[in-house]
């Protein structure tokens, strides 16, 4: 029974998403750039489908955040004050703060996931990737060339 209501309240989200309106090519840009990025360096290592759920949330795809874990669903497209993984990243969740073995995002990084709930948290994960994509997205190698991109890798310009 509780695989049927996961399934229909994954299928009615990702129906409602799509009802709601598609993702312009900007809102993937900014997914890419912005969220999917810090998503796979500090969460997919404990909320993930292919092995480990945590919460039983898995943020390494878009039904894995309608869906929700434990606690629900996390994210509330349009809706950042309402949305559960906001507050855990900002520390606002007394018992949950967000990573958990790692020193708060940045106030840059917050406001990234912030205006990314508020454009409807558009998200192209509509498949569930496989162990071999998330040891790849988690590896020392991918957060390494993702690094290289910030500001302060970039030379020095005159």
């Known amino acids: ?13 990702l129906w409602a998403a799509n009802i709601w309106g598609a993702q312009s090519a900007e809102q993937v840009e900014f997914f ?5 990025p810090v998503l796979a360096e500090h969460c997919y290592e404990c909320h993930n489908s292919a092995g480990k ?3 039983d949330l898995s943020l390494d795809w878009r039904g894995g955040w309608i869906e929700g874990g434990d606690s629900g669903p996390v994210i ?4 950042p004050t309402d949305s559960f993984l906001l507050r855990v990243i ?12 790692g020193p708060k995002l ?3 990084v917050i406001k990234n996931f912030e205006k990314w709930i508020t454009m409807g948290a558009p998200d192209p994960r509509t498949k ?3 162990k071999e994509q998330i040891a790849k997205a988690t590896s020392w190698e991918t957060i390494r060339e993702q690094r290289k991109k910030w500001w302060s890798f970039q030379p020095i310009r005159s």
Do not use: W
């Open 32 to 36: 890419e750039k912005n969220i999917r």
């Open 90 to 101: 900002r520390h606002q969740e007394k018992d949950l703060k967000m990573p958990k073995d």
């Open 128 to 130: 569930k990737p496989t």
């Open 53 to 55: 759920a945590k919460g």
């Open 106 to 108: 940045s106030p840059a």
């Open 1 to 13: 029974m509780r695989h049927l209501l996961k399934t229909l309240t994954i299928g009615t989200g």
């Open 76 to 79: 509330r497209p349009g809706k």
